[in-house]
C-alpha cells in the first residue's frame, strides 16, 4: 500500500510542476503581449507629437505671414493719410481700418500665445510615454525573472532620454506669464 | 539567473519524479516509505501553494496590466 502511496505521491509531484510549469508559460506570454505592445504605444504617442509640432509649426508660419501683412497694411493706411486728410468721411474709414488692423494685430499675437499648448502638451505626452518606458522595464523585470532571455534582450536596447515637466500645464503657465509680467511691470522704469 | 524560473530544471524534475514513481520501492521498509511519502507530499503542497500564488494573485495583476496596454493602444 505505502508503495504504491509513494509512487502515487511522486506522480502528483510531477503533475504539481506540470501545472506550476503552465502557469508560468501562461503569465510569461502575457508579459511579453503587453511588453510588445507597449512600444507601439510610445510610437504613436510619439507620432502625436511630432504632427502636432509640425501642424503648429504651419500655423505659425502662416500667423507670421499675417502678422507681416498686418504691418504692410498699416503701412499702406498711413501712406494715404496725407492724401485723405481733408476728407473727413475717408478719414474715419482710414481710422476705422486703422483700428481694425490693430485688433488683428493682437488677436494674431494671442494665437501665437496659445500656440505654446503644443509645447505643454508634448512634455506631458513626453511624461507619459516615460511612465510607460518605466512599465515596459518592469516587465522586461518581469520577464527575466520568468526565465526569458527576451527581457534581457530587449532592455539592452537603446531607450530615449526623454526631458519633459510633468506638471507642464496650460493653466499653470499662464499663471507663470502672469508672475513674470506683475514682475516686469513692478520693475519697469516710469516713462519707458 | 539565480532567482529566475528555470523551465530546463523544472522540466528536469517533472522527469525525474515521473520516472521515480516508477521505480521499485519493495527494498523499503513501510515507515521508510511512509516518511519518504510525507515528505514528497509536503514537496508538492508548495508547490501547489506557488501555483495558487501565480495564478490567483500574480496572474490576475499581470494581466490587468497586459489589459490597459492593449486599451491604450487601440485608444491611441
Known amino acids: 500500500m505505502s508503495i504504491v502511496n509513494l509512487g502515487m505521491e511522486l506522480k502528483a509531484l510531477a503533475d504539481n510542476i506540470t501545472h506550476l510549469i503552465m502557469s508560468i508559460s501562461t503569465i510569461r506570454l502575457t508579459i511579453e503581449h503587453g511588453r510588445e505592445k507597449l512600444p507601439l504605444a510610445t510610437d504613436k504617442l510619439e507620432k502625436i507629437t511630432t504632427e502636432t509640432e509640425s501642424a503648429t509649426q504651419q500655423v505659425m508660419d502662416v500667423l507670421d505671414s499675417l502678422q507681416q501683412n498686418d504691418t504692410a497694411a498699416l503701412e499702406c493706411i498711413q501712406k494715404l493719410d496725407p492724401f485723405c486728410s481733408h476728407e473727413p468721411a475717408v478719414v474715419e474709414i482710414l481710422e476705422s481700418l486703422r483700428g481694425l488692423m490693430d485688433k488683428n494685430q493682437t488677436d494674431h499675437t494671442r494665437i501665437l500665445e496659445t500656440l505654446q499648448f503644443q509645447d505643454l502638451t508634448s512634455q506631458q505626452i513626453n511624461y507619459v510615454s516615460s511612465v510607460l518606458d518605466n512599465v515596459e522595464n518592469e516587465l522586461n523585470a518581469l520577464l527575466l525573472a520568468f526565465g526569458s532571455d527576451e527581457g534581457n534582450a530587449i532592455k539592452k536596447k537603446n531607450k530615449v532620454v526623454r526631458a519633459f515637466d510633468s506638471k507642464a500645464t496650460f493653466s499653470t503657465a499662464g499663471a507663470g506669464q502672469a508672475e513674470v509680467d506683475s514682475i516686469l511691470k513692478e520693475a519697469r522704469i516710469p516713462g519707458q | ?76
Open chain 2, 1 to 76: 539567473m539565480a532567482d529566475a524560473f528555470d523551465y530546463a530544471t523544472l522540466m528536469e524534475a517533472r522527469r525525474t519524479f515521473n520516472d521515480l514513481a516508477e521505480a521499485d520501492f519493495s527494498r523499503f521498509s513501510e515507515e521508510e516509505l511512509s516518511v519518504a511519502a510525507e515528505r514528497v507530499r509536503t514537496v508538492g503542497e508548495f508547490l501547489k501553494k506557488i501555483n495558487s500564488k501565480l495564478i490567483n494573485e500574480l496572474s490576475p495583476k499581470i494581466q490587468t496590466v497586459h489589459d490597459k496596454i492593449v486599451q491604450l493602444n487601440e485608444r491611441l
